[in-house]
């Protein structure tokens, strides 16, 4: 968003976060959007997504929450209120739902285009996933985090019958479908956070050709004089070259294109 502040987006864009959970994301996505003033015009619609009915309502709690302290800060709150509630909305549906599914990201948002006359497409995809394998969650994940945080945000639904049989990586399951919806919704930049390097080379790996820059940031991705490190991955046809930003662990994934590569200040190829 640093760079952003400088570069705005000409038009309206559309932000989608996936795996919403409580919509501490999109809430402080709005939030931050709605107080710069070279933003305030450009200002699309927000909206949070999540499979649990029990995450969502602490979301739509959270939401009204926010627009009070807004409306304590700012004048004119009748406006800002009917903006923010139309602006920032939150819906149940099922990520890994196949398409033609009810309860699927895509049916739902028709859905929810056909009734507000909304576009269908999203500028900006956010997600923090269920990202921890479950052979992670049995060993390395502390008994406070197991013990307090809902499991389902953690670690993805195992495909298979018995979990002896899920390979180490089954925790990479959403990002593949990630993907596959922002080519739907003609996403122009997406950010994935992952749990490692390890991780985050993985999910950069599964970026398509149409993905014109695919970048790793660490913790603090503008630490270290905005250290950069270039890192080649695949072979053959599928190899490209990732930037790694900053220092610390691997923490996101960040791909973009189209207008999606002014609004970050990059230039086509990295």
Known sequence: MQSWKTKPPERYINILDLCTGTGCIPLLFHHELFNQSSFEPNIGRVVGIDISRHALKLAEENKVHCVQNIQGHQSNSTNLKHRTLRDLQFLQADILANHNDASSVSNKLQNMQEEKSCSLNYDIMISNPPYISTSAFRQTTS????????????????????????????????????YELATRFNTKVVLFEVADMEQALR????????????????????????????VNIGAGAARRRVVVK?????????????????WLGRASGG
Not at 144 to 161: C, I, N, Q, T
Not at 204 to 229: F, L, N, S
Not at 246 to 262: F, I, M, T
């Open 203 to 230: 999910v950069a790996g599964m970026a398509g050709d149409d993905w014109e820059v695919v970048e790793v940031w660490r913790d603090d991705p503008d630490a270290g004089g905005g250290e950069v490190e270039n």
């Open 246 to 262: 900053g220092v610390g662990n691997g923490r996101s994934v960040v791909a973009c294109r189209g207008e999606g590569l002014r």
């Open 143 to 178: 008994a406070s985090v197991r013990k307090h945080e809902p499991k389902l945000a953690l670690v993805p639904p195992v495909p298979l019958a018995s979990t002896d049989q899920v390979p180490q990586d089954d925790g990479d399951l959403f990002y593949p479908k990630l």
